[in-house]
């Protein structure tokens, strides 16, 4: 009751404008959160596996997404549902932690909530529900961890990498050219990758995008593409071995922070004040000269004449380009960014290859290649496709396709795909169920049922018969206790993942576990919903 | 227990068969829409804005139409961004791969009616597209070494684009002007060089390309009206009063004679910058900015033509044509390149005054001078010709060409009707289904003619079945007819264009299952 009395014995009341709130309390509270959280992971239980289908997704301003990447359609939702709102946390964390399975992730979460509702009709206490779930999230990671295999690589057999990628992206709309694309990123990121400290930086890898031409056309650069041109339009297109300067000052009079005022009041003064602005404008342009640079970046603004002295003096420069492509610019050509013409040194310059401009289609849209640079540790992706949905979800499926390559580069175990992991962790679960005595070990076989969620959804959308496909791999696994047995959703004709070349990341799967589990237990313990109602 | 309320208000989810009924529909009748436009006797639309004015647009061009039109339906809009894209990648076939796409939809329809899951759909249209694409490959004629022959080529796909637009009538004179236009690009793509202007009055057949340049300015006063063997300095700098640029300068003065002396100055320091110009031995000064009254009368009193507000694209072009740089600094006479024509005189085109240069050192750039009856027969015109053009530039780099006139549906449906034979499983009906959606294409070029399609289709497809046909439907005398006769071509990378982007939108509609639409944002009404 939110209804307490004072020490005169009035009553008063503890939360405000009662009628004015929805309030569900007890089981009621419970079931209510995990009909939603059971409805967030219905919307994405069909866009799992290879031949899952896609959303599409409307956003207030009428943009159109079309997309299959879970953790995308969670986010641009719109969902107003306090639960549902978890469900989307939980899909974004675990795009930032891994990257990929960030719709396994929630179709899991639903399945153990759905457990959980059976489990809390037979009267379980919740929270013995949630610590059950404990207990058998722990045994399926260990699970995890024994039926992984390590599995070898080096710079030059990047096969493992590039099977492993092409599993990721045979679910998506690119799945059409997966091969070529699962090289692509496979490429990039050991063109970035840090072997000895098993670590890959991706902010070194630039994923840029323009509509036109097919998506074939898609390649992999080593160097940087800038959506830029040239500041002035008779300046050269291409540039050999440039030498480049990188600013971050424009090529305007300085303004210092301090606030300052020139007073002009004679005409001596108005007169040495222009020649000091332009000797401004020919000092910089000198000294960019000077320390012999072939063609100066800039983050900020041109003058006019600045820009004529530029092209007059025969320095190609770029202006506008942003902050962060600067830094993959200065990183790419072993530059240094240079904030003031003093500071420019002959060794702060950046050296690469080849600079040119390039010109797309009809449209006056041109960009500008850094190739063949200096260090060629920062890499540009550059997606063509036929339109800007498809380069955008591209875009989504490459950043996945990255981040389990980088995640493989950190730790190279595997488990193999197609829901065999989770068959082989159900079963264990479910032997390790009994041994457990108490209430906890309902919960734990409920575990073990959920578990079975993700192979079935994933014959389910396969066009295959659910149940009779998992019972009869189920079987399979036990009879040959080989953990390698998945659905076969491209009717290959063969269940081994091993031989279908199937294979997910270790931390992936161990992470989608543990993640789901954590934001089931979180729901469970909710045994209280106020909302404010509406105005 | 059901769930009240999962998404805020007002946003709607759609599922499974509903979604994609959905989709279907949507994307058909964006299909049918522009469906009537296609072909050499498709008809125009009339587009009325809905902004201040309702001003009217009479088009054909299927890009243009999309553009213009208030959609709500996702899938639809997915439609109309492939046309977008292809008219900035190649310029043409905006309507025919809407079509495509749409009649590549109403085929899946039917299959999906028949319980065959999306997927295997998806995978047997990208098995046809494939196909058809070799196919063309296979057909393709490439004329790049024999000169003339090419520009024979370039002829027939001008002529053959432009009999579908409001041009039709002049196609020979017009595709004469596309194809020197383009011839004079060299190879580069840059269509910014080519100038059209449009002046309403006289016929679209006293439309011209001229060699120089015309700018659509007029001359200051008191300066010459026409000069020979011109100087011309290229400018973008400001000549009003040329502020100090130095960061927080400000004149603060005590007394009224001070304030004179720095007028003076100023004046002074124009004066100077005005030497300064006219010291490059010039008699011609464009500037982009504004030119005020005080410099522009230095000018003429030193008799140089200056003009001023050139807009940027204009300069561009000019520099481009003279040969000049675009300056911006005065100091080194010697080092700024000037452009030079041999004259520069006012014309008259209609009532308006306009600057021509001619005989002018690069022949990069050109301008199109468009003629017409009114306003809305230019602009369709010039988005006629700008398709032209942009076909022209893109088959100048790619240099294949096909037969037009339906003859590349016809070549691609027989090779993916081999295919569904030879496939086995499900996917042969998705792909003997995209083979009827490419039928479809010459069925409604007959149609849009009033033709008996059905029967010309059958015909066409007969002469097809013989090896090496060039058989495609003559609109204009309503039969089979020899497309290499006839001269009707299109470039390779158009149909290609068309066929794989139409083929990506319909895969893409196709497999999604759900459509969720957000609570649209709501405007403040500023009333």
Redesign the interface.
Known sequence: MALAFDEFGRPFIILKEQEQKTRLRGLDAQ??NI??GK??AR?LR?SLGP?G??????????D?T?T?DGAT?LE??????QI?KLMVELSRSQDYEIGDGTTGVVVMAGALLEQAEKLLERGIHPIRIAEGYEVASRIAFEHLERISHKFEFSATNIEPLVQTCMTTLSSK?VN?CKRSLAEIAVKAVLAVADLERKDVNLDLIKVEGK?????EDTELIFGIVVDKDMS???MPKQIEDAKIAILTCPF?????KT?????????EK??T??Q???K??DDMVQKCKDVGATLVICQWGF???A???L??RNLPAVRWVGGVELELIAIATGGRIVPRFQELTPEKLGRAGLVREK???????RMIYIEHCANSRAVTIFIR??????IEETKRSIHDALCVARNLIRNNSIVYGGGSAEISCSIAVEAAADKYPGVEQYAIRGFADALDAIPMALAENS?LQPIETLSAVKSQQIKENNSCCGIDCNDVGTNDMREQNVFETLIGKQQQILLATQVVKMILKIDDVISPSDY | ?????????E?T?EKGER?RMA?FIGAMAIADLVKTTLGPKGMDKILQSTGRGHSVTVTNDGATILKSLHI?N??A??LV??SK?Q?????DGTTSVVVLAGELLREAEKLVNAKI???TIISGY?MAAECSRNALLEKVVDNKLDAEKFKADLMKIAMTTLSSKILSQDKEHFAKLAVDAVMRLKGS????AIQIIKKPGGSLKESFLDEGFILDKKIGVGQPKRIENAKILVA???MDTDK???????????SMA?VA??E???KE?MREKVQKIINHGINCFVNRQLIYNFPEELFADAGVLAIEHADFDGI?RL?LVTGG?????F??PE??KLGHCKLIEEIMIGEDRLIHFSGVELGQACTIVLRGASPHMLDEAERSLHDAL?VL??TVNDSRVLLGGGWPEMVMAKAVDELARKTPGKRSHAIEAFSRALVAIPTTIADNAGLDSAELVAQLRAEHHKEGSTAGIDVISGCVGDMAELGISEAFKVKQAVL??AT??A??IL???????????RREDRM
């Open positions: 079931k209510a009909a939603s409805a967030v919307i069909t031949k289908m896609d959303k599409m997704l409307q956003s207030p301003d009428g159109v079309i299959n359609i641009q939702m719109d969902v107003d549902n549902a709309i059409r509509v036109g031409g097919k998506l002035h339009p008779q305007e009079p300085p303004k210092p606030k300052h005022k020139v007073d002009i009041d004679t005409v108005f007169q004040l222009r000091q602005e332009q401004y404008f003058d006019d004449e820009n004529h002295l092209m007059n010109a797309f289609g009809t449209t006056k849209d496709g036929g339109n800007k949905m498809m066009g | 227990m059901a769930v009240d309320k999962l998404f805020k208000d946003a989810e979604a989709s709500d996702p899938a809009k997915v961004d492939i894209v008219d900035d990648e190649v310029g899951h999306p997927m990208r793509t840059n269509l910014e973008n700098t400001a100090v640029k130095i960061y927080g300068a400000r004149v603060r003065v005590d001070k002396e720095i003076v100055a100023e320091k561009e520099a740089e675009i300056a911006s600094t100091d080194n080092s700024v942009c530039s893109q794989l982007s990506e939108a895969e893409m497999r999604v299952d759900e459509i969720i639409t957000c609570a649209p944002r």
